[in-house]
């Protein structure tokens, strides 16, 4: 079965500093995609940023990037000059297609971050 | 704008009632999704559905039901079996991944507080 950790129930950083917020995942399958969403205090959640297994290249938006390890199936997400908005609970994700031909998402037990002024 | 709808935002339960939460979308997205969210738990998923009239159980579908009559809508009842249904209950859609290589994330409604009275 797949599997997705976050091990940091808890975080916070100064503001204009840089965290980052790990997450790892078990699976036996090679093509896969991976996902970290944000849901601030209004609970909506709110993709930021996706990679694909396949694409070697770690993935950027703006502030956020990721550092995928496939052969240790880490997918770690690093803020960049953290600012006061991205006090938020974050998720990891993992999306498979099974042998049925469903796609499923699998998410982990999330990441409270704080950015403190 | 296109968007996912849930509704209502909050909802009270009575002993032995069943309740059903809305969940809309006008993305023409196929898939779409049900997900409990309780605190320290993540994301766990209820139901989902890839095409109208087809769905499938997920982790934590006992005492729930579902049904997708329209590709735009996918009702969620909480039945009386469901003896502890107290959380934050998030809709999802996607589209279905085109190929093999293509990266659909989900997008979010801004989910539906349920409580029991």
């Known amino acids: 079965a797949q599997t997705v950790t976050q091990s940091q129930p808890e975080m916070s950083v100064q503001e204009a500093e840089t965290v980052t917020l790990s997450c790892t995942y078990d699976t036996s399958e090679n093509n896969y995609y991976l996902f970290w969403y944000k849901q601030p205090p209004s609970r909506q959640m709110i993709l930021v940023i996706r990679q694909e297994a396949y694409k070697q290249q770690n993935a950027t938006e703006n502030r956020f990037s990721v550092n995928f390890q496939k052969a240790a199936k880490s997918f770690s997400l690093k803020i960049s000059d953290s600012q006061l908005g991205d006090t938020a609970m974050y998720f990891c994700a993992f999306m498979k297609k099974s042998t049925s031909g469903t796609y499923k998402y699998i998410f982990g037990t999330g990441t409270r971050l704080k950015v403190l002024a | 704008d296109g968007g996912i709808t849930q509704s209502p935002k909050y909802l009270f339960r009575k002993e032995g009632q069943n309740v059903t939460l809305s969940c809309e979308q006008n993305l023409n997205h196929d898939a779409m999704y049900w997900y409990r969210q309780d605190p320290g738990q993540g994301l766990r998923l209820i139901y989902y559905?890839?095409?109208?009239?087809?769905?499938q159980k997920g982790d934590i579908a006992e005492g729930y039901s579902v049904s997708r009559e329209k590709k735009e809508s996918f009702p969620l009842t909480v039945t009386s079996a469901q003896k502890n249904p107290t959380a934050f209950y998030l809709c999802a859609s996607s589209m279905t991944p085109r190929g093999a290589y293509s990266n659909q994330p989900q997008h979010f409604g801004d989910g539906t507080r349920l409580s029991i009275l």
């Open positions: 559905s890839q095409i109208v009239n087809d769905f």
